[in-house]
């Protein structure tokens, strides 16, 4: 089982963007849905019956008071079973949307808030459709585009960032103390193992394992799968080139922010990137060594910064216009990675 928040600024930027309505989200899911021959419908809690994207829309956009013009109004889930379990939940929809509603009970319950107060899907607002297909994408194998082979069900899930009461702002997205998300995925894989009887002990006589100890397992299972992704595969030369054609554009707007004479060998700064095998703490670097360079100051050694975060010989600081900068000071630091 595969649970995963969806975070717009890592992953579907434009289709996943939640700063306004949930037009574009629910618009995306139907046009996914019609491209396979399916009607789109959503659901939510029991009793609700069946909404249309338009509903499902209105009800979310009219959930966002006390929520700022540019807050986050909204969140987008996918729980993918394996193949195997989709299998076990055998044919139809009705097994895999109760199984959503229980998980959204738990989305709902991992959130924890001011004075130990419990929420459960009630005080939610939300919506989900089923998808039957989907498409190779990036490093999948198979042609692009082209529908993924066998059982490819999975859920979408929609919902509010603020409470049904609109009294509360809830983020999945934020620290492991409000909400934890590999507790949360770990309890939502050990609902569907009790909802397939897959917890129950294969030994004659042995006891079943308490509820506990299988979400456990599941989180130690999340962090070891998730230690070892990080052991990233080799990218192809298509998507090495789409990352080096955007460090191009971000040293190039660098260069433009810096006193004449110091910009930074492109060339060099895409070696450095490939030796961090373009990690997460290499793009974090380059990002701050522009926003150092808006205030006005850069690493003296900006090569050394981008690969160790050290900065031995200090910084240069300036001061005017574009075209008319001057050096004002040179300041040594063993360790700066705040001022670059």
């Not at 509903?55 to 009219?62: A, C, G, I, K, Y």
């Not at 998300?181 to 006589?205: C, N, T």
């Not at 971000?250 to 110091?262: D, T």
């Not at 150092?292 to 690969?307: F, T």
Request: hydrophobic share 30%.
């Amino acid at each position: 089982m595969y649970v995963k928040v969806i975070n717009p600024a890592t992953n579907g930027k434009k289709v996943y963007a939640n700063t306004g309505s949930a037009r574009r989200v629910a618009n995306y899911l139907q046009k996914e849905a019609k491209e396979n021959g399916q009607e789109v419908t959503f659901f939510s809690q029991a009793g609700k019956g069946e909404l249309t994207s338009d509903e499902v829309v209105s009800l979310r956009d009219n959930n966002q008071k006390g929520l700022g013009k540019e807050a986050v109004k909204f969140y987008s889930l996918v729980l993918s079973p394996s193949q195997e379990e989709l299998l076990q939940l055998g044919e139809g929809d009705k097994a895999l949307a109760q199984y959503t509603r229980d998980v959204m009970d738990l989305y709902a319950k991992n959130f924890n808030l001011k004075g130990g107060r419990e929420l459960g899907s009630d005080d939610l607002v939300w919506a989900a459709t089923i998808h039957h297909e989907r498409k190779n994408r990036g490093t999948d194998d198979g042609p692009q585009q082209e529908n993924k082979t066998g059982l490819q069900t999975h859920v979408h899930v929609i919902v509010s960032a603020r409470d049904a009461e609109q009294k509360i702002t809830l983020n999945p997205l934020s620290t492991a103390t409000r909400f934890n998300r590999v507790q949360f995925q770990a309890q939502a894989g050990a609902q569907l193992d009790e909802q397939l009887e897959k917890d129950q002990p294969k030994e004659v006589g042995a006891k079943p394992k308490d509820r506990r100890q299988r979400v456990q397992e599941k989180a130690d299972e999340i962090q070891q799968k998730a230690a070892t992704n990080r052991e990233r595969k080799p990218l192809t030369s298509e998507q090495r080139a789409a990352k080096e054609a955007r460090l191009e554009v971000q040293v190039a707007r660098l260069n433009s922010k810096v006193i004449e004479g110091y910009e930074v060998d492109p060339e060099r700064v895409k070696q450095i990137a490939r030796e961090s095998k373009y990690d997460n703490g290499f793009y974090g670097r380059l990002g701050q060594l522009e926003r150092a360079a808006e205030r006005g100051s850069l690493s003296k050694d900006p090569y050394e910064y981008l690969q160790t975060g050290k900065q031995h010989k200090g910084i240069l600081r300036w001061s005017g216009n574009s075209g008319q900068n001057k050096v004002l000071s040179f300041l040594r630091h063993e360790r700066q990675p705040s001022t670059c």
